[in-house]
């Protein structure tokens, strides 16, 4: 049995998906306010609980041999500590007392850098760390901006043809695809090579961040309007938005963190990555072609 966490986000309902496919147990810990329908009708499990809930922890680990956090929050500072933090912890914990075989972690690429300013990046370098000295065997997943984030983007350019973007356009990616990144924490499991290691995962080409609209406008046969925000616009509204929100300030950290670096996974990560797991990375254009246009056809 594998439990997976944020099994209603776009990265845990993927890998849900991917775990039915292959007619594999799972029980996915949802929320009573999610949508689990597509889930439960492909023949997961549904466990509504609450992750910082002892006990919901407790019965959500009978059985399992498998978990997959991919949780997160999108909430502001005790929230971010509760879920990214507390709630990882816990499992972690409880996960060890049920003698769980293997713990696979989303962490984020770039959480090594020391970026102090992201209480999320923060969070998650501390789950890193507090999973490997666990005794659990684990995998360490490091993935940049997922390719489905960018699907709601792509609708709005297929409108209006604009397409807005804040900071430095130079700055590069490697957007990864998101059902690459659901093979991997599936595969994880299964892939002794993958047991106790950190893997970077971004998709197999460096892009700037210009080189998106352009994507998009590809896609489409559309040309791009680019609307380019410079950063320091950002930071006026988000130092004003501390005036009367000092959490929500601290929690635009994180975005502020994305839009002023670089994610992305050099060819020596990915050449590890597709030979461990025996995969071949999907391209950003590929993603967006296989769910914007294969699907019209």
Not at 116 to 128: G, M, Q, T
Not at 216 to 245: H, M, S, Y
């Amino acid at each position: 049995m594998y439990l997976v966490t944020g099994a209603t986000g776009g990265l845990g309902k993927r890998i849900v998906r991917l775990l039915r496919d292959r007619d594999l147990p799972v029980r996915a810990f949802v929320r009573l306010s999610s949508n689990y329908a597509e889930l439960e009708q492909r023949g997961a499990e549904i466990f509504i609980g609450d992750l910082n809930r002892e006990r919901d922890l407790r019965k959500a680990f009978r059985g399992v041999r498998y978990a997959i956090s991919t949780h997160g929050s999108r909430g502001t500072g005790s929230q971010i500590q509760d879920i990214e933090y507390g709630a990882n912890i816990d499992l972690i914990d409880f996960g060890k007392e049920a003698g769980i075989e293997h713990f696979v972690y989303i962490s984020v690429l770039g959480v090594d850098r020391g970026y102090r300013d992201s209480p999320v990046f923060k969070a998650k370098r501390e789950v890193e760390n507090y999973l490997q000295t666990s005794d659990l065997t684990y995998t360490i997943l490091r993935p940049s901006g997922f390719a489905s984030n960018l699907l709601p983007l792509a609708e709005r350019f297929r409108s209006t043809g604009i397409y807005l973007a804040i900071g430095d356009l130079n700055n590069r990616t490697s957007i990864v695809s998101t059902d690459d990144l659901a093979q991997i924490a599936v595969d994880s499991v299964k892939v002794e090579a993958a047991s106790n290691r950190i893997f970077a995962v971004g998709g197999p080409e460096i892009i700037a961040r210009d080189e998106i609209p352009k994507i998009f406008g590809r896609v489409f046969n559309k040309e791009p309007i680019v609307l380019n925000v410079p950063l320091t616009v950002f930071d006026g509204v988000r130092t004003a938005l501390g005036w009367v929100n000092p959490d929500l300030q601290q929690s635009l950290g994180t975005l502020r963190v994305l839009l002023a670096n670089e994610f992305f996974c050099t060819s020596d990560e990915i050449h590890t990555l597709e030979s461990t797991f025996g995969i071949h990375m999907e391209s950003l254009e590929s993603f967006l072609r296989r769910y914007l246009v294969s699907q019209e056809s």
